[in-house]
């Protein structure tokens, strides 16, 4: 990864097991907690492209988000119903993009959000994507200012997730906890370290790379920061594929009709494994979704199963420490991701309001995924309809 020079560093303070070559703790500022946080709070779909960049040889696998994230990139743009299609499935965007923008160090600044319109004033369409197509049939190229749109405030003096002034002690495992005297004693007499003179202290830097292989441990590793800091790489390989957590349908899901996903699955009759579903296009759209939502609603939504143990700390800690309420058990996408039919506990927020700042028009925010002239309510869908899979 390419390095600038005014590159943020934060400084760390690692206790380390000098015998056993571990990392006991790592003693870290409120800013430094807010990055590690902030990873939870990426899309699926960043993540595999993030790592995918990182590591190009041999990316480390996020399960089976992985091969999910490869078709669509196979896939061909005519496969899909709108060439935005794609792109909001291959650059997932997350409701707290706005919120990450202060972060002091920030492994996925993402774009501020630009508006286009056809341009004309009779129109009254904008979309969030210049190759979206307006009722009257003109490209919608012309980037249009609109104000009610949200921005970053920089004035807030809390953390990003986390409120308050305090020291935070990360372990090993990525329990993330208020940094005490208490709690260092703890800590040290549980790994057998009540003698000082085994352990000693050293201070690590930690810059973009060093959060980038911390974000492959998180996948791989139950040991992330020695991992990261002492053997300088994630575990390679000793992962199996998808056993992150996947968004599974074991929910009881109520039965109303526009609810009801039917697939065909040729299973193998020995050992009872599905080998491929044959499906319509409403279950590839509910797949792909999968994409966008940010790795903590996936933790949050298959629940204690997961079988990553950094991962399921690091989740409780920001449960625990965020300022903001994390656990709505549901991951809120932003609007345009909305599909006709939408399982599990996956919803949209409500388009915001956008009015246009030459002349104050409130103007309607067009679904990228459908063309200018059929827009639905119900929401549509990424691939091209009737076809099957
Ligand atoms: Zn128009
Ligand atoms: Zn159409």
Same mark, same amino acid.
């Given at each position: 990864m390419a390095k600038s020079s005014g590159e943020t560093k934060f400084t760390l303070k690692l206790v380390v097991d000098e015998e056993r070559k571990k990392v006991v703790f790592a003693e870290a500022c409120r800013d430094f907690v807010d990055v590690l946080f902030s990873l939870l709070t990426l899309p699926m779909g960043t993540i595999v492209r993030l790592l995918e960049n990182h590591r190009k040889s041999e990316p480390v696998p996020v399960g089976c988000f992985s091969n999910l994230y490869k078709s669509v990139v196979d896939?061909?743009?005519?496969?899909?119903?709108?060439?935005a299609c794609k792109q909001i499935l291959l650059y997932p965007r997350s409701l707290r993009d706005v919120q990450c923008k202060r972060l002091k160090l920030n492994l996925h600044p993402a774009e501020g959000y630009k508006w286009f319109s056809c341009g004309s004033y009779n129109c009254d369409m904008c979309s969030g994507f210049s190759t979206s197509r307006c009722r009257c049939g003109k490209l919608m190229n012309k980037e249009t200012p609109m104000s009610g749109a949200k921005v970053v405030d920089y004035n807030i003096q809390d953390g990003v997730f986390v409120r308050g002034r305090s020291s935070f002690i990360i372990t090993d495992d990525l329990k993330v906890a208020v940094r005490s005297t208490d709690l260092v004693l703890r800590k040290l007499k549980s790994v057998g370290?009540?003698?000082?003179?085994?352990v000693s202290e050293r201070i690590v830097e930690i810059g973009l790379d060093e959060v980038m292989t911390l974000l492959e441990c998180i996948f791989s590793s139950n040991a992330s920061l020695t991992d990261t800091f002492?053997?300088?790489q994630s575990p390679k390989g000793v992962m199996k594929p998808c056993t992150t957590p996947s968004p599974y349908m074991e929910k009881e899901i109520e039965a109303r009709p526009e609810e009801i996903i039917t697939f065909s699955a040729i299973v193998r009759k020995h050992d009872m494994k599905i080998l491929y579903v044959e499906c319509k296009e409403d279950f590839v759209d509910l797949l792909f979704t999968f994409l966008a939502v940010p790795l903590e609603s996936v933790v949050d939504i298959s629940g204690e199963s997961s079988t990553l143990v950094c991962l399921g700390n690091l989740f409780k800690g920001f449960k625990e420490l965020s300022?903001?309420?994390?656990?709505? @058990?549901k991951a809120v996408l932003p609007h345009y991701y909305k599909c006709q039919k939408q399982l599990l506990d996956i919803i949209t927020e409500r388009p915001q309001l956008l009015f246009r700042?030459?002349?104050?028009e409130l103007l309607d925010l067009i679904?990228?995924? @459908?063309h200018g002239r059929d827009q639905s309510k119900k929401g549509s869908g990424f691939v091209k309809r009737d076809a099957r899979f």
């Amino acid at each position: 990864m390419a390095k600038s020079s005014g590159e943020t560093k934060f400084t760390l303070k690692l206790v380390v097991d000098e015998e056993r070559k571990k990392v006991v703790f790592a003693e870290a500022c409120r800013d430094f907690v807010d990055v590690l946080f902030s990873l939870l709070t990426l899309p699926m779909g960043t993540i595999v492209r993030l790592l995918e960049n990182h590591r190009k040889s041999e990316p480390v696998p996020v399960g089976c988000f992985s091969n999910l994230y490869k078709s669509v990139v196979d896939m061909g743009t005519d496969d899909f119903e709108t060439e935005a299609c794609k792109q909001i499935l291959l650059y997932p965007r997350s409701l707290r993009d706005v919120q990450c923008k202060r972060l002091k160090l920030n492994l996925h600044p993402a774009e501020g959000y630009k508006w286009f319109s056809c341009g004309s004033y009779n129109c009254d369409m904008c979309s969030g994507f210049s190759t979206s197509r307006c009722r009257c049939g003109k490209l919608m190229n012309k980037e249009t200012p609109m104000s009610g749109a949200k921005v970053v405030d920089y004035n807030i003096q809390d953390g990003v997730f986390v409120r308050g002034r305090s020291s935070f002690i990360i372990t090993d495992d990525l329990k993330v906890a208020v940094r005490s005297t208490d709690l260092v004693l703890r800590k040290l007499k549980s790994v057998g370290c009540g003698d000082l003179r085994k352990v000693s202290e050293r201070i690590v830097e930690i810059g973009l790379d060093e959060v980038m292989t911390l974000l492959e441990c998180i996948f791989s590793s139950n040991a992330s920061l020695t991992d990261t800091f002492l053997n300088k790489q994630s575990p390679k390989g000793v992962m199996k594929p998808c056993t992150t957590p996947s968004p599974y349908m074991e929910k009881e899901i109520e039965a109303r009709p526009e609810e009801i996903i039917t697939f065909s699955a040729i299973v193998r009759k020995h050992d009872m494994k599905i080998l491929y579903v044959e499906c319509k296009e409403d279950f590839v759209d509910l797949l792909f979704t999968f994409l966008a939502v940010p790795l903590e609603s996936v933790v949050d939504i298959s629940g204690e199963s997961s079988t990553l143990v950094c991962l399921g700390n690091l989740f409780k800690g920001f449960k625990e420490l965020s300022a903001t309420e994390v656990s709505r @058990s549901k991951a809120v996408l932003p609007h345009y991701y909305k599909c006709q039919k939408q399982l599990l506990d996956i919803i949209t927020e409500r388009p915001q309001l956008l009015f246009r700042a030459s002349d104050d028009e409130l103007l309607d925010l067009i679904d990228p995924k @459908s063309h200018g002239r059929d827009q639905s309510k119900k929401g549509s869908g990424f691939v091209k309809r009737d076809a099957r899979f």
